[in-house]
């Protein structure tokens, strides 16, 4: 098993952790998936989800990739992947300079005490999602949630997009370089589309 | 649990003489016998005596655990794997073990200042004598300590009363710290009604505190117009010898002050602090000044201007003493709780110490009596600061240039990053400041929490937080504030005067920012968010390190917040209480206000207070940089009132959140007392513990959390209005819940009319009544037909 080490430097990982299985994507980027998701990748994860959201946190309408914010990357990804997204309230008013007004807005403590609730509709009243992909939170506070879904919703998936390694979620990248992560989310993108 | 003394209750007495009925006879401290008021049902609570009240709390605001750590490692049968609420070898479960660490951690909090009020008291009478009467406001202040009165029963006169609420208190500390030993409490919901209960036990402990302080050292006595004093590094005059004391017990620095006016030296020593040690030493000399929050601690010792360090008690960093010896500042330690492993030298004459300090010979002491912390400070200071001020401990730009040049994030390294609690930029400032750019280096200075983990972590040993020390060295001189000091208690006139307007509804709110410096983005979001709520007319209270923080700030004017606004507790005033144990009169406003204005009998009555402020107080606590455990229990004594509380993102650490679901109906209904029928009212307030993820986040989520079910019509189309501005302002669209909130047609702001119908129709809303709401349904006073 391949040691990664977490973003955070004393955020010492246990024992379910993103580490089951190692995946080499472009630019040797190592895709971590936890025990039991490590055979499906990253695409395949979101691809056989029947019902996945993707939570934007603010930071995604801060942090420059390429000539891009990352909020640019995760709305193609939402549209491409027919994904529902729900922002975290401060992130609304980058949406809105875009025109996207699809996004259901909750901060994102509540997103993650809802997701614990196995008949929860969500927030397109479509009924429990499987497959919760983060990005664009404050890393620690994402870590936070993350680790309280892992142990308080064995019902759904986690993922995380953000170049920082997260142990809670069921798949993340590892720790890399704004160039490797611009690479891995096209790569997705194109994927979730095919 | 009785009060102090000998108790003797007779019921019925049959004798050769007579007959003897309901005889009571108290020896021991308490003269009950001025105050008339009816002993309520829970005088001197059990740990269980409340349970029902928290769990009515618990039902609606769930529990959202967010683990730390997958392990626990308490006893030996450990380390255990309680991952995905596995249950470890003593059978406990994931959700309880987070209870059970917030119980921890909220026992800490309470036994610190529990332990601080103790030495005050002790210390106090030693010096006044237990029957000092006790005077927290003269005649504007009745209800003289709302908190022991609720809980404990009893009306206190003097400072040997607060002795038999000091042994309460320690009973029930060690009660429920005894409940987290391995196979006791198993139920997570039974630990955090523990966890409500040791929050409110930590109310007490404060206020007993700060009443004591108060009472004998002439600290302003619930005044609006405390002085102003002041802040900031660049206030200190570097020419004179300056004393740092740092800590929360102010007793030795009080003896500093004492000392220099004795000799006359008070114009030529300059006293400064950090933390609470700093706001007491204001209230007590305002000559003293304050140098900012916790976060200021490091910067401050590595910029080399303190001649002498003094550390009393709580929330001073473990390395105090190895900083304080880099800039080779002479240290005193004065507090059992943080001997540093320092000889104990209470006994030694003071010229031997002095001149052990002055010499190196003894980088540090112990001096454990605080009536000898003051000859021996300041003689050290001002025999030593002529020789330290000719050299500095800062570094020179070539320096910083010269130590970034190493840098190896070229093969991207970045652990400092990676370190870093806020997660700064400090490797492409390092970048910069190897190109001779400081700029974004004394950026980071801003958002740095002072931690110094980036520099422990370095590879290249590049001392990275005195290169941003030393970059901002100028910014630092600029940092010249203004803060009212610590006020006390809210005075009974004030109440009388808002408590109506807040429980109708008309003034907005109460937002209290209270606790730590651990921001995610720098104090000064604590200041705007201040301002902005004041500019807004709510009543705005400040404590702490956060009252620090709101005055280290100045607006388009020039003027700091405390310049800008009024102490006085009314709507639009900026009320700095004090240090953290002031917190309690924040806490005691609330009850004031049930007592006072609502006419609530407050004695052991802790249920239908709570049930009062809950239903009807539009409180909010603010915790912004929450870090520590007594934080935790601060927080927790707020929600034991049904007080919501908002933290930053940092708070989400603390392992849980207490979360309302709005989308449950059932989630919402109380009884309404005139009829007893049960009345939905909407989410409100909709969270008891909620973390913000920012600063414009948590502002409406404020606006949103002073909504309470007894609002008045015109009180809610206020509070809405609020809500609903800063909603549109910060998020660009008005909020998707208001039908939630809208009761009837009247609640609708006027001005915003056209809009919120067009959306409660969209969303089928349907008018409920107001009711006289509360949860309790023995409150129910319909008469039986
Ligand atoms: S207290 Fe319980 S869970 Fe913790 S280490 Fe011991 S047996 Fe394991
Ligand atoms: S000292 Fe400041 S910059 Fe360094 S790790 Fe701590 S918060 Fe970050
Ligand atoms: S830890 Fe040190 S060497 Fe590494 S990037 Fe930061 S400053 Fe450079």
Redesign the pocket.
């Known amino acids: 098993m391949t040691i990664i080490e977490p973003r955070q430097i004393a955020g010492v990982a246990g024992p379910e952790t993103a580490s089951g299985s190692i995946r080499r994507a472009k630019h040797s980027v190592r895709i971590i998936g936890r025990r039991g998701m490590g055979s499906m990748g990253w695409g395949d994860g979101i691809r056989k989800a029947k019902h996945p959201v993707l939570i934007i946190g603010h930071r995604a309408a801060e942090i420059d990739i390429d000539d891009k914010k990352m909020l640019d990357y995760l709305l193609e990804l939402a549209q491409k992947g027919n994904i529902s997204v729900i922002a975290t309230p401060h992130t609304n008013p980058a949406l809105l300079e875009r025109d996207y007004t699809k996004a259901g807005i909750m901060p994102a403590i509540e997103i993650g005490h809802r997701l614990t609730d196995p008949d929860w509709k969500g927030i397109d009243g479509k009924g429990p999602y499987d497959l919760a992909i983060f990005a664009g939170l404050p890393n620690y506070m994402e870590s936070t949630i993350l680790s309280g879904l892992k142990h308080f919703a064995p019902q759904i998936r986690t993922m995380t997009l953000d170049n920082t390694y997260q142990p809670h979620a069921c798949w993340s990248f590892s720790n890399i370089s704004g160039r490797d992560w611009l690479e891995n989310l096209k790569a997705i993108i194109e994927h979730v589309e095919d | 649990m009785t009060d102090k003394g000998i108790n003797l209750k007779i019921r019925e007495l049959q004798s050769d003489i007579g007959k003897i009925k309901d005889l009571e006879i108290s020896i021991g401290k308490f003269r009950q016998d001025n105050w008339t008021e009816l002993q309520g049902p829970t005088p001197f609570p059990s740990m269980t005596a409340l349970r029902n009240w928290d769990k009515k709390l618990l039902a609606r605001y769930q529990p959202f655990y967010l683990p730390f750590s997958d392990h626990c490692d308490l006893c030996t049968y450990g380390k255990c794997d309680l991952t995905g609420n596995k249950r470890g070898a003593c059978g406990i479960n994931m959700s309880t073990q987070q209870s059970r660490t917030y119980l921890l951690a909220a026992c800490i909090g309470a036994a610190t200042h529990t332990s601080h009020a103790r030495e005050l008291v002790t210390h106090t009478i030693q010096k006044f004598g237990s029957d000092h009467l006790l005077d927290t406001g003269g005649l504007a202040v009745g209800v003289e300590a709302p908190t022991i009165r609720l809980v404990c029963g009893i009306k206190p006169e003097t400072l040997g009363d607060l002795e038999t609420v000091l042994d309460y208190l320690e009973n029930q500390l060690t009660q429920l710290l005894s409940a987290t030993h391995t196979g006791q409490e198993g139920n997570h919901l039974d630990f955090e009604s523990k966890v409500l209960h040791a929050g409110m036990i930590d109310q007490v402990g404060m206020e007993v505190a700060d009443i004591a302080q108060i009472s004998v050292f002439g600290f302003p006595k619930a005044d609006p117009d405390a002085p102003l004093v002041e802040l900031g590094m660049g206030v200190v005059d570097t020419k004179k010898p300056v004393i740092l004391v740092i800590g929360h017990n102010v007793l030795p620095a009080i003896n500093i002050i004492d000392y220099l006016k004795d000799k006359r030296l008070s114009d030529e020593v300059e006293v400064t602090g950090i933390c609470c040690t700093a706001i007491d030493a204001t209230r007590y000399s305002p000559k003293a000044k304050i140098i900012g929050p916790m976060s200021w601690q490091l910067r401050y010792i590595r910029s080399g201007i303190p001649d002498v360090i003094v550390v009393d008690e709580q929330c001073i960093r473990c390395d105090s003493l190895i900083e304080a010896e880099r800039i080779r500042a002479p240290f005193i330690a004065t507090s059992e709780k943080n001997c540093l492993g320092l000889t104990d030298r209470t006994r030694d004459p003071a010229d031997e110490i002095v001149a052990d300090l002055v010499s190196g010979k003894a980088p540090g002491v112990l001096i454990l009596d605080p009536d000898k912390v003051g000859e021996v400070a300041v003689r050290t200071a001002c025999a030593v600061a002529p020789e330290r001020k000719k050299s500095g401990t800062l570094l020179p730009s070539q320096e910083i240039i010269d130590y970034a040049k190493i840098c190896t994030q070229s093969n991207m390294c970045l652990v400092?990053q990676r370190?870093?609690?806020?997660e700064?930029n400090?490797p492409e400032s390092i970048k910069a400041a190897g190109q001779g750019n400081f700029r974004k280096l004394i950026d980071?200075y801003d958002e740095?929490?002072?931690?110094?983990?980036?520099?422990q972590v370095c590879p290249q040993e590049i001392p990275?937080?005195t290169m941003?020390v030393s970059a901002a060295a100028q910014k630092m001189r600029e940092e010249t504030f203004k803060i009212r000091t610590g006020r006390g208690a809210i005075q009974d006139t004030e109440i009388r005067k808002v408590g109506g307007p807040i429980v109708l509804g008309d003034i907005p709110g109460v937002v209290a920012f209270v606790g730590c410096s651990n921001y995610p983005k720098g104090g000064q979001e604590v200041a705007e968010m201040c301002m902005e709520f004041a500019k807004r007319r709510y009543i705005v209270c400040t404590s702490g390190c956060s009252a620090m923080s709101a005055g280290m700030y100045r607006n388009e004017e020039g003027k700091t917040a405390y310049e800008m606004y009024p102490g006085s507790f009314e709507a639009g005033g900026i009320v700095n209480v004090g240090p953290c144990v002031a917190n309690a009169h924040i806490s005691g406003a609330a009850v004031k206000i049930a007592s006072i204005f609502g006419r609530r009998p407050l004695r052991g009555n802790y249920e239908e207070i709570a049930d009062y402020v809950h239903n009807r107080v539009g409180a909010v606590g603010v915790a912004w940089g929450a870090m520590s455990q007594k934080a935790a229990s601060i927080m927790s004594g707020f929600w034991r009132l049904g007080i919501p509380v908002v933290v930053g993102p940092h708070g989400t650490k603390y392992r849980r959140m207490l979360l309302g679901r709005a989308d449950r109906e059932q989630d919402w209904y109380v009884h309404d007392r005139r009829t007893g029928e049960k009345v939905y009212v909407g989410p409100v307030p909709e969270h008891l513990f909620f973390a913000a993820e920012t600063k414009e986040e948590a502002m409406v989520m404020i606006a949103k959390l002073c909504m309470r079910p007894n609002d008045t019509v015109k009180g809610r189309a206020t509070k809405l209005t609020h809500y609903i501005d800063l909603h549109r302002k910060l998020f660009g669209t008005i909020p998707d819940d208001i039908h939630l909130f809208v009761r009837t047609a009247m609640d609708v702001p006027v001005t915003m009319k056209g809009e919120i119908t067009r959306v409660l129709e969209e969303r089928g809303w349907k008018e409920t009544i107001i009711p006289d709401p509360t949860l309790l349904s023995h409150q129910i006073i319909k008469k039986e037909l």
Do not use: V
Request: hydrophobic content about 40%; proline content about 5%; aromatic content about 6%.
């Open positions: 400092c370190a870093c609690p806020n700064l400090i980071i740095c929490a002072g931690c110094a983990r980036c520099e990275l937080y941003i």
